[in-house]
């Protein structure tokens, strides 16, 4: 990358275009801090490509998910005793597990920390139904309540389609 100031923009001109195009990035400072940039169009192309990409991402995401994400990156920076009553920072297999499951699921649910090294996942749907996910090291604790008030209660493995199935079959009843 060269580097250079406004105010030598006219003498260099012709040359800074000629290295542009030959794939060198031109900065050219500007009072405040505030910065030119010359470039080829190769580069622009790829530049406007990601951008596209991560636009097309976000849909297809849903800015939920990657709310989510951003939450869960945000857990995983908690200390030690980061409740106030000596509860340890959550586990990186739990959270690495919670981002993948996190990634698999159309339905973005609430994300909690728990004292007891736990993620709790909670969804509600439209049908008033309510479902909880306790994600621990080694298997996750469901509990649901339906729309009559009855209460279930299971243990599965960590696994993205057992994970999935569950979620999809309690959005698919508030139908």
Known sequence: ?????????????????MQAADGEVIQISRPGNNYIYMINQETYENLSAQRRLLTYM??????????NLKRLSEIETLPDNWNG??????????VKAVRR???CTH?????????CDALQLEWDNAAGEYLEMEVLE???????????GNEDQKEIPI???????????????AV
Not at 58 to 67: A, E, F, R, S, V
Not at 85 to 94: D, K
Request: proline letters at 3%.
């Open 1 to 17: 990358m060269i580097t250079a100031k406004s105010m030598d923009v006219r003498d260099n001109f012709k040359n800074w275009c």
């Open 58 to 67: 976000t849909y297809l995401n849903g800015k939920d998910k990657i709310t």
């Open 85 to 94: 009553n000596g509860a340890e920072r959550i586990s990186n297999v739990i």
């Open 101 to 103: 499951l996190l990634l």
């Open 107 to 115: 339905h973005q649910p609430e994300i909690f920390p728990t004292a």
């Open 138 to 148: 080694n298997h996750i604790n469901v509990f649901q309540i339906d729309k009559e």
């Open 159 to 173: 696994d993205e389609s057992i994970f999935n199935s569950i979620v999809e079959a309690f959005y698919d009843r």
